[in-house]
């Protein structure tokens, strides 16, 4: 699924009731500001919804579950806050339409849907419903061990998760990429190569000194790094990459051409897709999950699952 899709076909605006779940703390606080727009949009439109406002995933997640089948769900935040709903979603046949208003909205924009611009997102209710891939990520080792987590965007380990945290401490003023640009500066500093095994569909396809690896159903990650460009979220596939051996400033090299996805055919990266993949590390390791910190682990296992998610406005 390239940045930008073709837009499907464009319909009248089907006659169902919404749930717009709102999660008033993505985007720092930025989804609660900005709602009162939001709301005056879609009365614009005569959407009938309901409002579900939860700071928690699971808070939310409870209460859509709850919801009857033929209620779509309009999800209003970050990749986070759409994660958090995929156990309603994935393999239901209820709706999903995204309004990103989070810190990376790296799904969303993948499908040129951009922060703040309801309507563009509302209007993209029209279109031809899609399926969508999603990820089913185990844990096998280490924190969490056992769990199971569904992802729509995809999964980082490594320096990767360590931005991630990074991203903490931030500086308020900047925004999903500046945020994560800061935060990777930061994490350069600490830099760690731990032995990784990959494998893709039982056959190992890197096994070395890594700083990195991640496991994508989307193309990018990190408020607009191009990590997987050849990811397609309709494809029935994911993309496995892994870093090689890398100095402070090979991996600084690396930075620059992974943001315009630049990076696929790098001898030190190491690309493959498949069905599944399994991530052994020799020593724990950050995990992120749809760019939520998850802890340290020693290995994960990840499969695609086709056409999960049905998708309203991509």
């Not at 980082?156 to 003023?173: H, S």
């Not at 600490?190 to 095994?197: C, G, K, R, S, W």
């Not at 996805?261 to 052994?280: D, E, I, Q, S």
């Amino acid at each position: 699924m390239p940045d930008v899709t073709d837009a499907p076909s464009a319909r009248p605006l089907p006659d169902r009731p919404y749930a717009v779940v709102l999660n008033p703390t993505a985007g720092r606080g930025l989804a609660r500001r900005e709602w009162p727009r939001l709301e005056a949009e879609l009365r614009a439109r005569g959407l009938p919804f309901d409002l579900i406002s939860e700071p928690s995933g699971a808070g939310a997640l409870a209460r859509v579950q709850a919801l009857p089948p033929e209620v779509a769900v309009l999800a209003v935040g970050g990749d986070g806050t759409v994660g958090a709903l995929l156990p309603a979603l994935v393999g239901t046949g209820r709706p999903l339409g995204i309004v990103p208003l989070g810190s990376g909205n790296d799904f969303a924009g993948m499908l040129g849907l951009r922060a703040g611009d309801f309507a563009s997102a509302l209007d993209r209710l029209t279109f031809a419903p899609r399926q969508v891939d999603a990820l089913r990520a185990t844990i096998l080792a280490g924190d969490g061990a056992g769990t199971s987590h569904l992802l729509l965007n995809g999964l980082g380990m490594g320096f990767d998760a360590q931005v991630t945290a990074l991203m903490l401490r931030a500086p308020a003023r900047l925004s999903g990429f500046g945020r994560y640009a800061w935060a990777a500066l930061a994490a350069l500093r600490d830099l760690t190569l731990t032995p990784v095994t990959v494998e893709v569909d039982g056959r190992v396809r890197y096994a070395g000194p890594s700083c990195l690896v991640a496991v994508m159903n989307g193309t990018r990650y990190g408020g607009g790094f191009r990590i997987s460009p050849a990811s397609d979220a309709r494809d029935g596939l994911l993309n496995a990459l892994a870093s090689g051996p890398v100095t402070r400033a090979q991996l600084l090299a690396l930075m620059g051409r992974v943001l315009p996805g630049r990076h696929l055919g790098h001898p030190r990266v190491h690309h493959a897709a498949g069905h599944a993949a399994t991530v052994t590390w020799a020593r724990p390791t950050y995990l992120h999950l749809d760019g939520d910190l998850a802890g340290r682990v020693l290995g994960i296992q990840v499969e695609v699952l086709s056409g999960a998610v049905t998708l309203l406005n991509g």
